[in-house]
T-cell receptor
């Protein structure tokens, strides 16, 4: 069964802390994605990666960075967390380069920044 | 900026009703239109998808209708059930290159018993 796992379901951090969100997929997918989900705003793409050590900015990359050292693992980093980064963060993976390929999502990490 | 506009934001129907969720897009280069379904506490999952060379696609009780000239597509759920209560996202992408999905803002559907 296809699986995308995220390191935490719930996370509470303080303003200014460095935050790491980890995502692991077991499907040998080339592509991995980080989204944030906010009520009324839907899913917004933060960063994506189509290969190890490769990264591309999505629609809202400001305040975030990513790391992909291994094919199965994609990390989202908040260098200095701020309250406006309180959100649900979703990781996804997908095969190949075609935009028609299905994306498989993890269960999400609900991050609260105090 | 590429956009996909989704409506309504929320929808309540009675069991057996036919909820309809609509999406409109601007970029004529989009050529793949999936719908994702998200239950509370879960990530979204692919429900059904359509390409612009067909006007309708059915999978079980779920149907996508596609109007290329109007740049609109919609999801219909026949004989809706309380278990269909979820958030639905339409999306669009371009087939070529390292393409990403552009999502609508979502519709929260509640099917009452």
């Amino acid at each position: 069964d296809v699986k995308v796992t995220q390191s935490s379901r719930y996370l509470v951090k303080r303003t200014g802390e460095k935050v790491f969100l980890e995502c692991v997929q077991d499907m040998d997918h080339e592509n991995m994605f980080w989204y944030r989900q906010d009520p009324g705003l839907g899913l917004r793409l933060i960063y994506f990666s189509y290969d190890v050590k490769m990264k591309e900015k999505g629609d809202i990359p400001e305040g975030y960075s990513v790391s992909r050292e291994k094919k199965e693992r994609f990390s989202l980093i908040l260098e200095s967390a701020s309250t406006n980064q309180t959100s649900m963060y979703l990781c996804a993976s997908g095969a190949g380069t075609s935009g028609r390929n299905e994306q498989f999502f993890g269960p999400g990490t609900r991050l609260t920044v105090l | 900026q590429q956009q996909v506009k989704q409506s309504p934001q929320s929808l309540i129907v009675q069991k057996g009703g036919i909820p309809i969720i609509n999406c409109a897009y601007e970029n004529t280069a989009f050529d793949y239109f999936p719908w994702y379904q998200q239950f509370p506490g879960k990530g979204p999952a692919l429900l059904i998808a359509i390409r612009p060379d067909v006007s309708e696609k059915k999978e079980g009780r779920f149907t996508i209708s596609f109007n290329k000239s109007a740049k609109q597509f919609s999801l219909h759920i026949m004989d809706s059930q309380p278990g269909d209560s979820a958030t639905y996202f339409c999306a669009a992408s371009i087939h070529s290159g390292y393409s990403t999905l552009t999502f609508g803002k979502g519709t929260m559907l509640l099917v009452s018993p």
